[in-house]
C-alpha cells in the first residue's frame, strides 16, 4: 500500500468516524503484550533468573508478568492506545478485545464500555475449575512484589491455593484453557451485547484492529455479520496480514494492509 492510498484511507476513516452515530472497536492479537522491554527492568529480570534455576518456581511467572503489565507504562503500544482514545472519546462506543493483558486500561477510556471475553490478571479462579467462584488476585500479587522488591527470593512465597478444594487458584483468563472460568467477564458480555442490539439500525462504524484467526468467533465472524446486516455500517479491516475483505463487504468494507499499532501511531 502505498503512501497516497494510506492517505485516502486514513481520510474516510475520520470521515466515518465523524459521521457514525455508534462505533465498535475490536481489538486482537497485534496488540497482545510481548514483554520485549522487561530487560528495564533488573528485579523482574533476577526474579526470572530465579525461576530459570528453580523450575519448582515455574508457577511465579504469571504474577512476575502482571507485574511488568503494571509497572511498564510507556511505549508504542500505550502510545497507540491513547491515539485510539482520542479517536473515538466522543463517540458512543464498546470495545471489545481479546488482549489479557490490560494494557488498554492505561489509556482513558470508560471500562463500561470494554468487554475482555480472554480474561486478564485481575481474579483468581480454581486452576481445576472445581467450582466458578472468583477470588481478588490483589493482596496475594502485592505479596509476590514484596518479595521481589525486598530480594527475599520467590520461594519464599507458597503458590495461593483454591479454598474450596486445595488446588492452585491461577488468573481468571484463558491461560487456563478448557477450566477457564468465563463468568468473569459475564456482565459486561451483557452490555456488549445489548449495546450490539442497538447498532442495527444506527450510522455505524466498525474498527477491526489487529485480530487474526486464532479466536475468529470473537471479533471476526461476528463484526463482519454487524456489518452485513447494518445497512448504514462501514468497515475497516486494519492488520498488517490478515487484512483481506469478504465478497459480502466488499462495498461498504475498507482494508487498510497495515499493522494496526503502526496504523494508530500514525493518527494525530
Ligand atoms: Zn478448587
Known amino acids: 500500500m502505498d503512501k497516497t492510498e494510506l492517505t485516502e484511507k486514513q481520510k474516510i476513516l ?5 459521521d457514525a452515530e455508534m462505533v465498535l472497536v475490536g481489538i486482537g492479537e497485534e496488540f497482545n503484550e510481548s514483554f520485549t522491554d522487561i530487560n ?12 530459570d534455576i528453580n523450575p519448582l518456581l515455574e508457577w511465579t511467572v504469571p504474577f512476575l508478568e502482571k507485574r511488568y503489565l503494571l509497572e511498564h507504562n ?19 462506543y464498546f470495545i471489545i478485545t481479546t488482549c489479557i ?29 472445581c467450582c466458578t467462584k472468583l477470588y481478588p488476585a490483589e493482596e496475594f500479587s502485592n505479596l509476590v512484589n514484596q518479595a521481589i522488591l525486598d530480594g527475599v527470593g520467590l520461594d519464599s512465597l507458597e503458590i ?12 481468571n483468563n484463558i491461560l487456563c484453557e478448557r477450566n477457564y472460568v468465563e463468568e468473569g467477564y459475564q456482565p459486561q458480555w451483557e452490555k456488549y451485547t445489548k449495546w450490539l442490539q442497538l447498532t442495527l439500525n444506527k450510522k455505524l462504524c466498525v474498527l477491526e484492529l489487529g485480530v487474526e484467526m486464532n479466536l475468529p468467533n470473537i ?9 452485513y446486516y447494518n445497512k448504514k455500517a462501514s468497515f475497516f479491516r486494519i492488520n498488517g496480514s490478515l487484512y ?10 475498507i482494508s487498510i494492509g497495515m499493522n494496526a499499532i503502526d496504523f494508530l501511531y500514525g493518527c494525530q
Open 74 to 92: 510507556d511505549g508504542r503500544l500505550i502510545e497507540a492506545y491513547k491515539r485510539l482514545y482520542e479517536l473515538i472519546k466522543d463517540k458512543n
Open 101 to 129: 493483558d490490560e494494557n488498554i486500561k492505561k489509556a482513558a477510556f470508560d471500562l463500561e464500555r470494554l468487554v475482555e471475553p480472554c480474561g486478564n490478571y485481575k481474579m483468581f479462579q480454581c486452576s481445576e475449575k
Open 14 to 18: 475520520m470521515e466515518k468516524l465523524a
Open 219 to 227: 471479533i471476526r465472524w461476528p463484526f463482519e455479520k454487524a456489518a
Open 40 to 51: 528495564k527492568f533488573p528485579k523482574l529480570m533476577s526474579a526470572l533468573e530465579e525461576v
Open 160 to 171: 495461593p491455593k483454591c479454598p474450596v478444594c486445595g488446588k492452585p487458584l491461577a488468573f
Open 244 to 253: 483481506q475483505m469478504t465478497e459480502e463487504l466488499s462495498d461498504k468494507g
